[in-house]
């Protein structure tokens, strides 16, 4: 734990102390004799001591299907929060990978999570965030992409509206 602890000290005391400190852990590498639970809770102290907010906790996937599992109903992978429901400082996440913005959206508005970190996700999309803020009705005309990609695509939307989605999926009528 020395290296990532040193970076963490280093890099904390160039950020202002207003400013939240996040970082992402494989808390499970799935070997039997590997890193484990136990290990990132002992990790997670001390980041805390440390000054580190916010622990964003993944499954290396090193060995076996650590990732991908099915949603739960009522939680879902990548929600964080700062300050858990019962004031532990933490809350626990349900392991599924997040895929559509009003999804994500459901989980904040029904205080489940304080924010949502994307992974996997960004890996196939990764203009997930410009997309999502589209599907939701935020910047509607492409403002917040660069000029060279924003002219297009706003044409390029009126050309889909009505059969296809933004990323281009033919929808499909009943």
């Known amino acids: 734990m020395r290296l990532p602890l ?20 494989s808390s499970v590498d799935g070997t039997q004799e590997g890193w484990n639970m136990d290990d990132t809770v002992a990790f997670a102290r001390e980041l805390k001591v440390r000054g580190v907010d916010v622990i964003d906790c993944s499954s290396g996937g090193i060995s076996g299907a650590a990732t991908a599992r099915k949603c739960r109903a009522v939680s879902a992978s990548r929600c964080l929060s700062r300050n858990g429901p019962s004031g532990s400082g933490h809350r626990h996440d349900g392991g599924c990978i997040i895929l559509e913005a009003q999804q994500a959206e459901t989980i904040l508005e029904k205080g489940q999570a304080d924010l949502i970190a994307v992974g996997r996700q960004s890996q196939y999309n990764p203009n997930i965030a410009h997309h999502w803020a589209h599907d ?3 910047n509607r005309r492409f403002e917040d992409w660069s000029p060279e990609y924003g002219w297009w695509l ?15 999926a033919v929808i499909r009528r009943s």
Do not use: D, H, W, Y
């Open 6 to 25: 040193e970076i963490v000290e280093a890099v904390r005391r160039e950020m202002p102390a207003s400013m939240p400190l996040f970082l992402r852990v």
């Open 136 to 138: 939701l009705g935020i």
């Open 154 to 168: 706003e044409k390029r939307i009126k050309t889909l509206e009505g059969f296809a989605t933004l990323t281009g």
